[in-house]
DNA sequence: GATGAATGAGCGTTCATTCAT
DNA sequence: AATGAATGAACGCTCATTCAT
């Protein structure tokens, strides 16, 4: 049975978590170059060593951001995943659930989009989320076999549909338009024609 | 009559041109922030000093990169668009004359795709491409007079469908699966089916 | 009641000092303009990058050395001078304390007399040292009311005696003859027959 | 016999004046450190490397400005003496050549006011003015011995008279005063009376 | 002889990281 | 355990000097 935590440990935890989401907030705003340790620490207040007792490096604290927002991702999309769904529903369940972490978690997405983690990322981060893309493509295989999905590697499906999310929220971002219900609904519709099964292919 | 180029004059521009090679090369691998100027020198083949003869400062240069870029991909898909063709041609030559130019400039596409350009774009360049845009979303206007197109704002389907390419590309470029000609070609009818007008709308 | 300065704000006080000591010296040899940074941290003894911990630009030092020189002259001549003294051991006090300054602190008076300070400095150091020029004029004018002193504006009385003694302090640096308590006492008669009333004009 | 200068060397001969004007004008402003090679060559109107056709570096075309200042000066204090004056008029045809020449020639002299010459002086250009100098003393030295100059080394003199020259001339560059004619001739008496015998010690 | 394009050493400054307190 | 003062390598940029034209 697992030891109670202690205070300590307690305390500890949530300056862990204060350095994350100081972390996270200032990648996203200023990128992960952009942003100086000292900044973390005074956004996270506490010292500038501290940040080196949580984490041995910027690349490592870098690592540790990654992989808190990819798992942030994964449980906000499971969550809203009863078994079971119909293919339309399942999907429109993730796209959803998608756009409520969106808007919930502006941050989170906004680093998760950024290019270039790559510089900074190691094996393990890289392999990150890659439950969330299997799982996803479980249900899209499933889906096909169904009749309900067009045919081909679901990876490919996956990049699409996910990509058109991503530029629906960085268009709407650069102000080009509101990312209100409506709009995320419209989306919604569009981006499972784009994943559906044409309806001339099916019997 | 224009008088002929130098020696001189034509040694210049192909070192101009060998530096915003080099500066979009470096900032599509390593981010703008990421490349120190003495690393654009090098792989330009010429000295430190020489870049500042040719750009006032990292950040004119960085503009100077962005709008080249931006040019070359309005050429890349204009060339491909005869007038008068019909929605469904129109778009697959646009997807089309995208992956091709995604092919044969990867470095171009990785760098406009980046995020945080803002931080050293000028308003200059801010507009800039922003005439390329007008033009598609006049075509999906007409296009969605004429009922081939879903209803909506453009820009809000141009954020979709240029999305799922950037997602497409970027997913490729991660090794998730090859981006030959017969995922594009899926991609390309994927797509559409997102942009199309829904059969069981029509008449 | 005070609180006693801790070990910490002591030594950074005295590091301040030694900053402040270090780039006095080498602008008094060098110029501001020639002399680098580093150099200032070396013959500080701190880091390059701890310099910017106590002063937030090149210029914002240059500006701090200045006051610092400036404030330093004015307490050596304000020290030696009691109140209610004849004009002409007035003006003996103030050319001895100068001599005895400049023996002192050769490289505050050598600093101070040279040109191009203003390339650096902000208003506030330009008024530095107004109150002192102030105070001598108010002198003059009170001595000129007595007839001690001869007619005309009191800035220019100044600048010709403030003038001569440190061109007798620039030759003397240049080895042209030696600065004794001799020199000194000569040099005092000959400025205080500039500044008096010449005995012709006396009734 | 000398030969005829060549059109070739009259041109050349205008170059390097053009290049010294330029630099005289250009350090008296910016100071020697302060003004790059490339702005000396844009006010001369002639190529960056041409400078150096005239001058071996920047260092040795100090010297040259520093030279021809001198005996830019020499020349107009000399011209300014005819032989065989009392001692009260010399030194006041010295005064009044050196106010005429400030006037006429202000870069010169705020050039030769200068401070940190010693950085790139050589010996010769640091010998140079000397005769000037050893002249001024064999006139004081004469007036000594005439008894209408105070006694003491005539280097000290001329440092105290030279000095405050030059500090009236600082002072009203700084705007404290105009330096007009009449101010001019009120310093000039009050120098002489720096430089006379005081009456009292008078026979 | 004259040029100015090219260079790289060296400038002022920042910031990831360390370590004495 | 926590701190933030201290550091120096590395940044963007300048400029004295060179050399192909």
Known sequence: MAR?????????????????????????????????????????????????????????LGNAVYREAKAAMRRALVESLPPGL????HFGRLWRGLARFTVGEPA?????????????????????????????????????????VRPGPPEELIALALGAFVGLVKEAANGRFALDEAAVARAEEAVWALLARPPEDRP
Do not use: W
């Not at 989401?21 to 620490?41: K, N, W, Y």
């Not at 190691?122 to 990150?128: I, N």
């Open 108 to 148: 989170t997405v906004r680093f998760l989009e950024m290019q270039h983690h790559e510089d900074y990322l190691d094996a393990e981060s890289r392999a990150a989320g890659g439950e969330l893309m299997e799982s996803v493509a479980d249900f899209l295989r499933g889906a096909q076999a169904a009749g309900a």
């Open 86 to 89: 119909a293919p339309r529903e």
């Open 4 to 60: 109670a935590a202690s205070t300590l440990e307690l305390r500890q935890a949530a300056k862990r978590e204060a350095i994350l989401r100081a972390a996270l907030e200032l990648f996203a705003e200023r990128s992960f170059d952009g942003t100086p340790m000292p900044l973390v620490a005074e956004r996270a207040r506490v010292g500038t060593g501290t940040l080196y007792r949580y984490f041995a490096s910027k690349e490592a």
